[in-house]
């Protein structure tokens, strides 16, 4: 869930992702500068803070201490689940990236999304980005009779995924949080060269994975592999 810093290929793999969250987060981003929180502490941490150069904070496992250009806090995000157990005292922020994390969690999702909204400021957003459980890929694999989704992993510091959404299914989980979806996209935005990066030193699968990234790209929206969505507080 904390990404991989030292993993070349796990940055190569998700560098179009990065380039499309830095885009998403600048624009919302108050024209004088604000803060920024990143859920799940990770390379894109680091690029967030360099790209725009803004106070970024991270909220993860590790223990608290300090970043280049903020603070990392410590909080499992299963918490969420019991107001008594809020790490409080943290923001408000303009924007929270909240990033392939929420599969991770086996806490329901409205439930850590109402704990994100308590860190917003009054016009402040989160950035939720996850999987879509509804992708060609895992369909196919149904249909062959094979399970889609990984085991539950026996390793809680590197928790696997406990559930993926569907579009429809998120749009209603933020509703329910008491935030108002402003936009949502479904793209591919990886890169299918690195997709096989468990050292992430593999060769990289030049013409299959430049092959892959044109087809993915070119499948209808809801048949894609990643899921964004843009919320903010409902209006009082």
Known sequence: MEGEPDNPGYAAFHQPRFTFLLELARERMPPAG????????SPLTSLLAG????????????????????HHHHFDLNDAADPARWRRGLGPYDVIVFAE???HLYTAPGLVLRYLRELLTADGCIIVQTPNAAALG???KLLIGRNPFERIRV???NPGHFREYTLAEMKELVAEA??????SWMK?????RYAHHET?????????GALKNVLYRLLPPLLREGMTLVARRQPA
């Open 138 to 140: 895992k369909r196919v």
């Open 200 to 208: 992430g030193r593999e060769p990289p699968a030049l013409v299959r």
């Open 51 to 70: 790209r725009l150069k803004t106070t970024v904070d991270s909220l993860g496992l590790e223990a608290d201490a300090p970043l280049p250009n903020g």
């Open 101 to 103: 994390v929420l599969e």
């Open 178 to 183: 008491g935030l108002v979806v402003e936009a």
């Open 188 to 192: 591919y935005y990886f890169d299918a």
């Open 155 to 157: 390793d809680r510091s």
């Open 34 to 41: 604000g803060r920024l929180l990143d859920i799940g502490r």
